[in-house]
């Protein structure tokens, strides 16, 4: 499986800002999604990260508020715009390498509280 | 719609006990099954299901897929304190998303 890092791993950020949370691999991967995690929830998928191309959000995601970059088949990010307490979860990249297999890797996670 | 629904929500029991974790699912476009321990922040992969009655297991810990019956369990012999976690069940579609369900919170009473 691979192996994968994100930063920062938590941050306390004031209402209104925003913050950008990187996800890196250590090998090439097909698919890369963005999910949020909030307090006693199950996951909830925001997007799937498309290499070189806009991604493609779930409903009731917007890009204007969780814009994501892909750059390259080892790297996204997924920034939370003008932030509110409602924001404040766990932010969790995943990968698949697609093709047969349906499984997938998660990040270690960025735990985000918003004041 | 899509679902995935677990069962019991939460469960707590002695060290030593043996635990069945249930998961049903209705998904138009099946393609796996997955079980996930989750910890602290982020999920660990456990097993992934695809073809019906065929066991999976690793220490432990066995899975198993009906897909007749639409449901996966998870069994955990002679469970330990490092047990305690929520067990997550997620079901892969044709897309490769996964649909999640809202976890089992296991609890291990030393």
């Known amino acids: 499986s691979a192996v994968i890092s994100q930063k920062p791993s938590r941050d306390i950020c004031q209402r209104g800002t925003s913050l950008t949370i990187q996800c890196q691999v250590d090998s090439q991967v097909t698919m890369m999604f963005w999910y949020r995690q909030q307090p006693g929830q199950s996951l909830t998928l925001i997007a799937t990260?498309?290499?070189?191309?806009?991604?493609?959000?779930e409903s009731g995601f917007v890009i204007d508020k969780f814009p994501i970059s892909r750059p390259n088949l080892t790297f996204s990010t997924l920034t939370v715009s003008n932030m509110s307490p409602e924001d404040s979860s766990i932010y969790l990249c995943s990968v698949a390498t697609g093709t047969s297999s349906y499984e997938q890797y998660f990040g270690p996670g960025t735990r985000l509280t918003v004041t | 719609e899509d679902k995935v629904v677990q069962s019991p929500l939460s469960l707590v029991v002695h060290e030593g006990d043996t635990v069945t974790l249930n998961c049903s699912y209705e998904v138009t476009n099946f393609r796996s099954l997955l079980w996930y321990k989750q910890e602290k922040k982020a999920p660990t992969f456990l097993f992934m299901l695809t073809s019906s009655g065929i066991e999976k297991k690793s220490g432990r810990l066995s899975s198993i897929l009906d897909k007749k019956e639409l449901f996966s369990i998870l069994n955990i012999t002679a469970t330990q304190t490092g047990d305690s976690a929520i067990y997550l069940c997620?079901?892969?579609?044709?897309?490769?998303?996964?649909?999640w369900g809202a976890g089992t919170k296991l609890i291990i009473k030393p």
């Open positions: 990260a498309n290499q070189g191309s806009e991604a493609t959000y």
């Open positions: 997620a079901v892969a579609d044709s897309n490769y998303q996964l649909i």
